[in-house]
């Protein structure tokens, strides 16, 4: 196996690795809509803040498998954190070996010390984790849900029960102009740790604006439903949303600041975001959304929405 690495960011890259991702899918997650370039485009663009490590290996001219890893630079010594995958037909082959050893040696390289890699939870990928000495770190589960299913009812019921005291606004694409300085202080309230992706610890309106480059360069289209109260400028709650030219868009945040939880203020924007997107693109027939475990009220309100768990996934950690 030779390693390689590649630019996420190049699109010879998504068309390299495409054919081996939809064989992975396909097999990991039959249910799901044949993996598009703009999916992949997004999974492998270097995000906002972030440098992005991508390394293939390769059996002759023919991708086996990729290591992505996504670098706070924000956090100097923070961990890479990404995903691992050998694509059917090259497993037990070593290429997810020799991935592990060039990701571990590319983050010594930078002064990191610690590999955090997700995966589906399964017998094989314990099996090779035990055998790396990689410890389990974490647990997240992915929601599915169909807009026009039986949880339409709950989204309905959701999105037509306002709060006392607010309103919501809504938007696709880029945030409106005046409410961009809001935004970014909301989001700055945002405290969990996506994988691969930076924690921006002041964010201004400019970065912001960058988020939303990152995601048309991939093809998303960010659709958002913001609460103010009813009288004010100032967000004080937002959810988002991503949609790609597929069947299936991922769900993005759900942050409601301090002072205005436990009023239904996530489970009334939420609904309005989902209602919305179904109503505005005819194609969507899946939502999905990937939720630490321990988040038990994230959990608990996409299950209130008609959300249902589908698969969860291993965070595994090994030392550089």
């Known amino acids: ?40 485009a997004r999974l492998f663009q270097r995000r906002h803040g972030t440098e992005r490590i991508v390394l293939a290996a390769y059996d002759g001219g023919t991708p086996a498998g990729v290591l992505k890893l996504g670098l706070d630079l924000g956090d100097p010594g ?25 990701g571990l040696a590319a983050l010594r390289e930078r002064g990191r010390e610690l590999l955090l890699a997700d995966a589906p939870r399964a017998a094989a990928g314990e099996r090779f984790a035990a055998e790396l000495g990689a410890d389990l770190v974490g647990e997240s589960v992915r929601h ?16 037509t029960r306002p709060v006392p005291g607010y309103r919501l606004v809504a938007w696709q694409g880029p945030c409106p102009d005046d409410l961009v300085e809001s935004y970014a202080r909301a989001w700055s309230a945002l405290e969990e740790r996506v994988n691969g992706q930076a924690r921006i610890r002041r964010p201004s309106a400019d970065d912001v604006r960058a988020r939303e480059a990152e995601a048309e360069r991939a093809g998303h289209v960010p659709h958002v ?29 759900t942050l409601v600041l301090p002072g205005h939880r436990r009023r239904g203020l996530a489970t009334w924007l939420k609904g309005e975001l989902l209602l919305g997107a179904a109503r505005e693109n005819n194609r969507l027939a899946l939502v999905q959304v990937f939720n630490d475990t321990a988040d038990t009220a994230v959990v608990a309100l996409n299950r209130k929405l008609g959300f249902e768990a589908d698969s969860y996934w291993s965070t595994y950690a090994l030392k550089a």
């Open 78 to 102: 923070g961990p890479g954190h990404g995903s691992l995958w050998v694509f059917p037909g090259f497993r037990r082959r070593g290429a997810g070996r020799a991935l592990v050893a060039a």
């Open 144 to 159: 599915r849900l169909r807009p026009a299913g039986p949880a339409r009812a709950a989204l309905e019921a959701a999105a």
């Open 1 to 40: 196996m030779e390693i390689r690495s590649l630019d996420g960011d190049e699109p010879a890259t998504i068309a390299a690795l495409l054919p081996g991702f939809r064989d992975t899918m396909s097999l990991e997650l039959p249910g799901d809509p044949p993996v598009t370039e703009a999916l992949l």
């Open 225 to 253: 439903v913001a609460a103010l109260p009813e009288h004010g400028t100032s967000i004080v709650a937002y959810a988002t949303l991503f949609v790609r030219d597929s069947p299936m868009a991922d769900v993005g945040e």
